[in-house]
């Protein structure tokens, strides 16, 4: 197990389709977070898991975002009707527990890129 | 009061120069505070990290400095090194990371 990995690394797309993204987490890791970074931005919080249940979703996770980690091992991202607005790097981090003790893995991420 | 304000945004640095980049926050729940170095196309990679009841944490030429009535706390960079040249991000958590904007530091030989 080499770390969290995310897949794909790159996604164009035509606004309006639905695109998915993987995350697999660092195997022993309970939590499992999503965040999006803008170019030039720190990453933006999106939604994060304890195992399978999804623990708290931000404001910016509109109705057409959903995220899933059906069996607390890897998890989805799907970006329903995208919109220019959605273009950005999407990061999965994990953690053991909170991450205050142990820290948090990030993956390389997968870049949108809606057209 | 979820916001880690940073700066500057960004940073010219000769070699073997100091770094400094600093950072503010309002959350006194907030209970870790870590730096991430991003290169671009990659992910951010854990740098150092300290807890609010230590005032410096050193690793290499790595230190932060925290001031917790201040609510600040800053990294320093020693001997900067063009490999050095990278983004740099501020974190406070909670039960998840707050990040600042970043700093961009170019170290030039």
């Known amino acids: 197990d080499t770390g969290v990995s995310q897949d794909p690394r790159h996604k164009i797309t035509k606004r309006g389709q639905n695109v998915t993204f993987r995350c697999d987490p660092i195997?022993?890791?309970?939590?499992l977070y999503w965040y999006r970074q803008t170019l030039g931005q720190g990453p933006e919080f999106l939604t994060y898991f304890q195992n399978e249940a999804q623990l708290e979703k931000s404001r910016l996770l509109s109705d057409r975002f959903s995220a899933e980690r059906p069996k607390g091992s890897f998890s989805t991202l799907e970006i329903q009707r995208t919109e220019q607005g959605d273009s950005a790097m999407y990061l999965c981090?994990?953690?053991?527990?909170?991450?205050?003790?142990?820290?948090?893995?990030f993956g390389s991420g997968t870049r949108l890129t809606v057209v | 009061q979820q916001q880690v304000k940073q700066s500057p945004q960004s940073l010219i640095v000769q070699k073997g120069g100091i770094s400094i980049i600093n950072c503010a926050y309002e959350n006194t729940a907030f209970d870790y505070f870590p730096w991430y170095q991003q290169f671009p196309g990659k992910g951010p990679a854990l740098l150092i990290a300290?807890?609010?009841?230590?005032s410096e944490k050193k690793e290499g030429r790595f230190t932060i400095s925290f001031n917790k009535s201040a609510k600040q706390f800053s990294l320093h960079i020693m001997d900067s090194q063009p490999g050095d040249s990278a983004t740099y991000f501020c974190?406070?958590?909670?039960?998840?990371?707050?990040f600042g904007t970043g700093t961009r530091l170019q170290v030039f030989p």
């Open positions: 300290i807890r609010p009841d230590v």
């Open positions: 974190a406070a958590n909670t039960d998840k990371l707050i």
């Open positions: 195997s022993e890791h309970n939590r």
């Open positions: 981090a994990s953690s053991l527990a909170s991450g205050q003790a142990y820290g948090y893995t």
